[in-house]
């Protein structure tokens, strides 16, 4: 299931390489994510069932929520970030979330590869590597269908 509705296009892909320069600057060489290109306040729905694990807000990310899950006996998180606003609360230690849940609308906070701002959903799903003890980033599809 998408995140955010099947109008909105994706902008630069999983996978999808950063020009030369920017990955010396992100150290970072690949997008770990998708981004779904949107209007600001565009509601983003959870994609799964899980668990609330964070909300935040940072200087790259800009406002993010984090919601943790469980696929084929492993550990996932799916990761929502640029958003304008967060629409549900930590009120319990265990807080559940369900698949189709709106969960946030749509902005541009956070920092912008190319310094130009403009609204869009960076989602992206990463999974726990034990050996490593480590979140990787993974695939999305298997979670947001074709990307
Ligand atoms: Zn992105």
Not at 71 to 86: E, N, P, Q, Y
Not at 97 to 113: N, P, R, W
Request: proline share 4%; with cysteine; hydrophobic share 35%.
């Amino acid at each position: 299931m998408r995140p955010v509705n099947d109008k909105y296009k994706i902008g630069f892909g999983y996978g999808e390489e950063y020009p030369i320069e920017l990955q010396k600057s992100l150290g970072i060489n690949k997008h770990k994510g998708v981004d779904y290109y949107t209007i600001k306040g565009i509601k983003v729905i959870s994609p799964v069932n899980g668990i609330l694990t964070e909300i935040g807000e940072k200087a790259l990310m800009g406002k993010y929520i984090i919601i943790g899950f469980e696929s084929m006996k492993k550990k996932f998180r799916f990761t929502a970030m640029h958003l304008s606003k967060v629409l549900i609360e930590n009120v319990s230690p265990v807080m559940k979330v369900k698949k189709e849940q709106v969960i946030a609308l749509t902005g541009d906070t956070g920092t912008f590869y190319n310094g130009r701002k403009h609204p869009h959903c960076h989602c992206q799903i990463d999974k726990w590597d034990e050996k490593e003890m480590k979140w990787v980033d993974v695939n999305p599809s298997f979670v947001f269908g074709k990307v």
